[in-house]
């Protein structure tokens, strides 16, 4: 099959991301942004249409015969919110002198009740109201590291509890992970301590992905997949797949040994860099959901944990709402990957 679409060169070149191979510019996150893409059909799946089209069987079923599935996935980059942040660095320091009871107290009544972000119990009841489950990706930074919140180590009982209720923990790579095979191994060991098994599914920071480097060294590092490849800047199709994928590397001109999971729609993606207002953001997530309903294809969602209150916590149950209603499989990376190693579709 890869043979048909390399026969076609507008496809070949957008499934394999040509254009990001060494391009004169990206934006300040070192990103290759959607806005310097050649390629402007990005809410149409054009590489997995074709493909279907040329009779590879991607009219793919889902577990409990379902049609397409939803791949559900938030990127815990913050536990602790800016001002609480410093109040717990100056908690800290306090407790150097000699108060150091009263405010582990403190923190504890913080860290259970008051605090919006420690939410993972709260975010798998939803999901599990409507028979789904999800991906937790977490950021394993050390103190000083850029974006540095929380000590993973912290978060032990949290990621334990989420795995033993068959919810997936993932490694979120930090800002320098997707450039370098070191800080991947690092940061994945540290985190396999803390949960005490193995780590097979990975998200970088900021969506940051060089193509095909990230994929190599993510291959190498022992991944089994990758959600990162989605643009920050616009919802779509990057490569024109709504299907999971094994990607090409161009230079080698070898597929590459992981599983991309292409993510469709971050939460910041509609309200931040889209600007779009809640009725247009959910006319974009509508349109790309039955799109991929269409093609029986896998849409992955992004949504932060710091993303669960007021509308954007709406907005997120009306997605699973809907995919409900539709008769959609909604599941974690980890499953979607399993589910794709078991029907061994080639591309
Ligand atoms: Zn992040």
Redesign the pocket.
Same mark, same amino acid.
């Given at each position: 099959m890869i043979e048909a679409l390399k026969q076609n060169k507008e496809l070949w070149d957008l499934f394999s991301r040509r254009e990001e191979y060494n391009p004169l510019i990206s934006d300040q996150y070192q990103r290759f942004p959607y806005y310097l893409s050649k390629h402007r059909n990005i809410l149409e799946p054009e590489v997995s249409k074709f493909l279907i089209g040329n009779g590879l069987n991607l009219e793919v079923e889902y577990p409990e015969d379902k049609k397409f599935a939803v791949c559900l996935t938030h %990127?815990i %980059?913050a536990v602790y919110p800016s001002r609480l942040s410093v109040t717990l660095g100056a908690a800290k320091s306090l407790m150097q002198h000699q108060i150091k009871n009263a405010f582990k107290t403190l923190l504890k009544s913080i860290k259970k009740r008051r605090n919006p972000w420690w939410n993972f119990k709260d975010i798998m009841a939803l999901e599990a109201k409507y028979g789904a489950k999800s991906s937790f990706y977490f950021?394993a930074l050390s103190t000083g590291e850029r974006d540095f919140n929380f000590v993973v180590e912290d978060l032990e009982n949290e990621l334990r509890n989420i795995e033993d209720n068959d919810w997936e923990v993932g490694l =979120?790579g930090g800002h320098e992970a997707y450039n370098t095979l070191d800080e991947i191994k690092k940061e994945k060991k540290r985190l396999e301590r803390v949960l005490g098994k193995k780590v097979i599914g990975y998200r970088n =920071?900021?969506l940051k992905f060089k193509v095909p480097d990230t994929w190599e060294l993510l291959s190498k590092a022992g991944f089994k997949y990758d959600a990162s490849f989605g643009y920050a800047d616009c919802a779509g199709f990057r490569n024109g797949m709504c299907h999971p994928f094994k990607p090409f590397n161009l230079d080698t001109n070898e597929e590459i040994d992981i599983l991309e999971i292409p993510l469709t729609i971050m939460d910041c993606t509609l309200f931040n860099y889209m600007k779009l207002d809640m009725r247009g953001a959910w006319e974009v997530t509508k349109l790309l959901i039955d799109t991929v309903e269409r093609y029986n294809g896998v849409i992955t969602f992004l949504w932060h944990n710091t993303y669960m209150v007021g509308e954007e916590l709406k907005f997120y149950e009306k997605i699973l709402k809907y995919c409900y209603k539709k008769g959609a499989w909604m599941g974690s990376g980890e499953e979607v990957c399993e589910w794709w190693d078991k029907l061994g579709i080639i591309i």
């Amino acid at each position: 099959m890869i043979e048909a679409l390399k026969q076609n060169k507008e496809l070949w070149d957008l499934f394999s991301r040509r254009e990001e191979y060494n391009p004169l510019i990206s934006d300040q996150y070192q990103r290759f942004p959607y806005y310097l893409s050649k390629h402007r059909n990005i809410l149409e799946p054009e590489v997995s249409k074709f493909l279907i089209g040329n009779g590879l069987n991607l009219e793919v079923e889902y577990p409990e015969d379902k049609k397409f599935a939803v791949c559900l996935t938030h %990127d815990i %980059d913050a536990v602790y919110p800016s001002r609480l942040s410093v109040t717990l660095g100056a908690a800290k320091s306090l407790m150097q002198h000699q108060i150091k009871n009263a405010f582990k107290t403190l923190l504890k009544s913080i860290k259970k009740r008051r605090n919006p972000w420690w939410n993972f119990k709260d975010i798998m009841a939803l999901e599990a109201k409507y028979g789904a489950k999800s991906s937790f990706y977490f950021l394993a930074l050390s103190t000083g590291e850029r974006d540095f919140n929380f000590v993973v180590e912290d978060l032990e009982n949290e990621l334990r509890n989420i795995e033993d209720n068959d919810w997936e923990v993932g490694l =979120h790579g930090g800002h320098e992970a997707y450039n370098t095979l070191d800080e991947i191994k690092k940061e994945k060991k540290r985190l396999e301590r803390v949960l005490g098994k193995k780590v097979i599914g990975y998200r970088n =920071h900021y969506l940051k992905f060089k193509v095909p480097d990230t994929w190599e060294l993510l291959s190498k590092a022992g991944f089994k997949y990758d959600a990162s490849f989605g643009y920050a800047d616009c919802a779509g199709f990057r490569n024109g797949m709504c299907h999971p994928f094994k990607p090409f590397n161009l230079d080698t001109n070898e597929e590459i040994d992981i599983l991309e999971i292409p993510l469709t729609i971050m939460d910041c993606t509609l309200f931040n860099y889209m600007k779009l207002d809640m009725r247009g953001a959910w006319e974009v997530t509508k349109l790309l959901i039955d799109t991929v309903e269409r093609y029986n294809g896998v849409i992955t969602f992004l949504w932060h944990n710091t993303y669960m209150v007021g509308e954007e916590l709406k907005f997120y149950e009306k997605i699973l709402k809907y995919c409900y209603k539709k008769g959609a499989w909604m599941g974690s990376g980890e499953e979607v990957c399993e589910w794709w190693d078991k029907l061994g579709i080639i591309i």
